[in-house]
T-cell receptor
């Protein structure tokens, strides 16, 4: 158990809909990262928040957005869903801002999203 | 940009066989290197890491050595078990950069 929790575990929805994925980082971790894992694209970094502020952006679509709240939990919002958005979405956390090369990220169990 | 290349799987071995999963990288500067493992139905777990050239990371019988001259970080284990069946990801992180993961290598160990 990494200490990172994600809800829900599974989500089934229809095209065009909007969903919210939730992540609670490990106790004491200030950074939260979101990743998308799909069969054809592998593991793709989406976005990072540090202590409530957006820190880094990766391959995140404009239809997707995220935020980190004062209690440090984070939400990833996916809207106007398409079939191709079906994937595993992972949240990870780390203690610091992420500048250190050796800083480890701890992953949650993921949310499996299926868009029908 | 930075990238990680891993041998394509799946890799199928018999129990107690020797394991090597190759990983090479391209990066500016001197990144840290990681191996993560993903067991079925679970998230990624850090297996081992190395932060500078010639460092050897090791954990649970797995080991990998940071080779700057060949830009490689191959994962090895002397005797695999059925419980090692999982997907293994090589990753790098340069200073002030995000993690870059390889495509993953699926390992199946047969009894």
């Amino acid at each position: 158990d990494s200490g990172v929790t994600q809800t829900p575990k599974h989500l089934i929805t229809a095209t065009g809909q909007r969903v919210t994925l939730r992540c609670s980082p490990r106790s004491g971790d200030l950074s939260v990262y979101w990743y998308q894992q799909s069969l054809d694209q592998g593991l793709q970094f989406l976005i990072q928040y540090y202590n409530g502020e957006e820190r880094a952006k990766g391959n995140i679509l404009e239809r997707f957005s995220a935020q980190q709240f004062p209690d440090l939990h984070s939400e990833l919002n996916l809207s106007s869903l398409e079939l191709g958005d079906s994937a595993l979405y992972f949240c990870a956390s780390s203690v610091g801002i992420g500048d250190g090369r050796g800083e480890t990220q701890y992953f949650g169990p993921g949310t499996r999203l299926l868009v029908l | 940009g930075d990238s990680v290349t891993q041998m394509e799987g799946p890799v199928t071995l018999s129990e107690e066989a020797f394991l090597t999963i190759n990983c090479t990288y391209t990066a500016t500067g001197y990144p840290s290197l990681f191996w993560y493992v993903q067991y079925p139905g679970e998230g990624l777990q850090l297996l081992l890491k190395a932060t500078k050239a010639d460092d050897k990371g090791s954990n649970k019988g797995f080991e990998a050595t940071y080779r700057k001259e060949t830009t490689s970080f191959h994962l090895e284990k002397g005797s695999v078990q059925v419980s090692d069946s999982a997907v293994y990801f090589c990753a790098l992180r340069a200073r002030r950069q995000n993690f870059v993961f390889g495509p993953g290598t699926r390992l199946s160990v047969l009894p």
